[in-house]
T-cell receptor, first 109, second 114 residues
Framework: RKEVEQDPGPFNVPEGATVAFNCTYS??????FFWYRQDCRKEPKLLMS???SGNEDGRFTAQLNRASQYISLLIRDSKLSDSATYLCVATYNTDKLIFGTGTRLQVFP | GAGVSQSPSNKVTEKGKDVELRCDPISGHTALYWYRQSLGQGLEFLIY????????KSGLPSDRFSAERTGGSVSTLTIQRTQQEDSAVYLCASSLGLAGGEQFFGPGTRLTVL
């Protein structure tokens, strides 16, 4: 079983739609959680950290459920520029990032 | 300001040859990480440096892989006797070394082993 699991998608949604991605992690000792975004043939970039209380950054909302070992990302009012692969990430101990395989999002006009 | 840089951007080599990949982290970042991403796979952790020491080498796939960091800055990842399964994008990241801090990635080196 992978340490961080995501639905690979692709999720094909129209502009303006709301889309949610889920992720589960297997190591209950995981300490920090993030969502990274990776555009095609580019390096990953931090989208947002995920806090236990849930956090919002503009159109993006992240949630963490430690009891269920579950993380989510909600994107409201999708834009064409949101098309990318979204990587769920957990860390523990040495801060090495444990990546999920990513969920691909394609927003169409 | 300058981000993380990596060289070469692309490397094609023949099976059995050694290759050396270089990473220049962001100035002042004490932590440096190597990952690799194979086609259709997620990113896989290889090794982590804090300063010049490597407290976590758990991700290195075999003893053909080694890495070093000198002067708390530049790092090199060496793959000896390359195999076709080593073909991947090798990504370097650096951070301030604070727990849970953001890691900034370089553009990667695309390695192809023929």
């Amino acid at each position: 079983r992978k340490e961080v699991e995501q639905d690979p998608g692709p999720f094909n949604v129209p502009e303006g739609a709301t889309v949610a991605f889920n992720c589960t992690y297997s190591n209950s000792a995981s300490q920090s959680f993030f969502w990274y975004r990776q555009d095609c043939r580019k390096e990953p970039k931090l989208l947002m950290s995920v806090y236990s209380s849930g956090n919002e950054d503009g159109r993006f909302t992240a949630q963490l459920n430690r009891a269920s070992q579950y993380i989510s990302l909600l994107i409201r009012d999708s834009k064409l520029s949101d098309s990318a692969t979204y990587l769920c990430v957990a860390t523990y101990n040495t801060d090495k990032l444990i990546f999920g395989t990513g969920t691909r999002l394609q927003v169409f006009p | 300001g300058a981000g993380v840089s990596q060289s070469p951007s692309n490397k094609v080599t023949e099976k059995g040859k050694d290759v050396e990949l270089r990473c220049d982290p962001i100035s002042g970042h004490t932590a440096l990480y190597w990952y690799r991403q194979s086609l259709g796979q997620g990113l896989e952790f290889l090794i982590y440096f804090q300063g010049n020491s490597a407290p976590d080498k758990s991700g290195l796939p075999s003893d053909r892989f080694s890495a070093e960091r000198t002067g708390g800055s530049v790092s090199t990842l060496t793959i000896q006797r390359t195999q076709q399964e080593d073909s991947a994008v090798y990504l370097c990241a650096s951070s301030l070394g604070l727990a849970g801090g953001e890691q900034f990635f370089g553009p990667g080196t695309r390695l192809t082993v023929l």
